[in-house]
T-cell receptor, first 113, second 110 residues
Framework: EAQVTQNPRYLITVTGKKLTVTCSQN?????MSWYRQDPGLGLRQIYY???????DKGDVPEGYKVSRKEKRNFPLILESPSPNQTSLYFC????????????FGAGSRLTVL | DAKTTQPTSMDCAEGRAANLPCNHS???????VYWYRQIHSQGPQYIIH???NNETNEMASLIITEDRKSSTLILPHATLRDTAVYYC???????????FGKGTRLHILP
C-alpha cells in the first residue's frame, strides 16, 4: 500500500531533550515536506526537500533541522525542543512531476513540557 | 501568505450538495488548483485537482471559472462523514513551498 509513515505518533518529552520524528514513504517520491498544525493557524510548512541532499526552509523553520540522505526518508530533528514546539506534525510527499498530489502521513502529536 | 481565500466555515444539510468556494485571483498559467480535506486531526486527504477544465471523480466535482480566478468544490450528496476542514491550494509542479492557509470548516447538518 502506498503510504507515508511517521513515527512516533504520540510523544511527550521535556524541554531540551533532543528528539527525531521519522518519515518514510514507499512511493519513490522526489518531494517531501514537513508541516506543523496549531489551533487557528492551519498547516504551516517547516522544511521541504525537492530530492536527495536538497532541502530548504519553509515558513517556520526555526528550531528544526532535517536531512534527506535517502529518497524515502525525511526525518525532522528537534535539537533542543521547547514548549512552543508542542504541536501536531505532518509529513507529506509527492512526485516531482505530473499530478503532484501530496500524500500525508497520519500525524505525530508532540508535547514538550 | 496563502494564494487562496476561502470562507472560514459553512453549513450544509445532509443529502444536499455542498458547494465550497475558493478565490485564487493571482493564479498563474502553470498552477493547478488542488483540494484536500482533513477530518478531525487526521492527515489531509487529496480530493481532486484541475488546471482549466472542470473535473469530476468519485468523490467530488471541481468547477473552475473561465478566467481561473476562482473555483468551487462540489460534494454532490453530502453525508455526515463529509464534515471536515477543506483546503484549496494552488500549485505549480515546480513549486517547492506549498501554502495551505486555514481552509473552510464544513459542517454537515442532519
Amino acid at each position: 500500500e502506498a503510504q507515508v509513515t511517521q513515527n512516533p505518533r504520540y510523544l511527550i518529552t521535556v524541554t531540551g531533550k533532543k528528539l527525531t520524528v521519522t518519515c518514510s514513504q514507499n512511493m519513490n517520491h522526489e518531494y517531501m515536506s514537513w508541516y506543523r498544525q496549531d489551533p487557528g493557524l492551519g498547516l504551516r510548512q517547516i522544511y521541504y526537500s525537492m530530492n536527495v541532499e536538497v532541502t530548504d526552509k519553509g515558513d517556520v523553520p526555526e528550531g528544526y533541522k532535517v536531512s534527506r540522505k535517502e529518497k524515502r526518508n525525511f526525518p525532522l530533528i528537534l535539537e533542543s525542543p521547547s514548549p512552543n514546539q508542542t504541536s501536531l506534525y505532518f509529513c507529506a510527499s509527492s512526485s516531482g512531476s505530473g499530478a503532484n498530489v501530496l500524500t500525508f502521513g497520519a500525524g505525530s502529536r508532540l508535547t514538550v513540557l | 501568505d496563502a494564494k487562496t481565500t476561502q470562507p472560514t466555515s459553512m453549513d450544509c444539510a445532509e443529502g444536499r450538495a455542498a458547494n465550497l468556494p475558493c478565490n485564487h485571483s493571482t493564479i498563474s498559467g502553470n498552477e493547478y488548483v488542488y483540494w484536500y480535506r482533513q477530518i478531525h486531526s487526521q492527515g489531509p486527504q487529496y480530493i481532486i485537482h484541475g488546471l482549466k477544465n472542470n473535473e469530476t471523480n468519485e468523490m467530488a466535482s471541481l468547477i473552475i471559472t473561465e478566467d481561473r480566478k476562482s473555483s468551487t468544490l462540489i460534494l454532490p450528496h453530502a453525508t455526515l462523514r463529509d464534515t471536515a476542514v477543506y483546503y484549496c491550494i494552488v500549485r505549480d509542479y515546480r513549486d517547492d513551498k506549498i501554502i495551505f492557509g486555514k481552509g473552510t470548516r464544513l459542517h454537515i447538518l442532519p
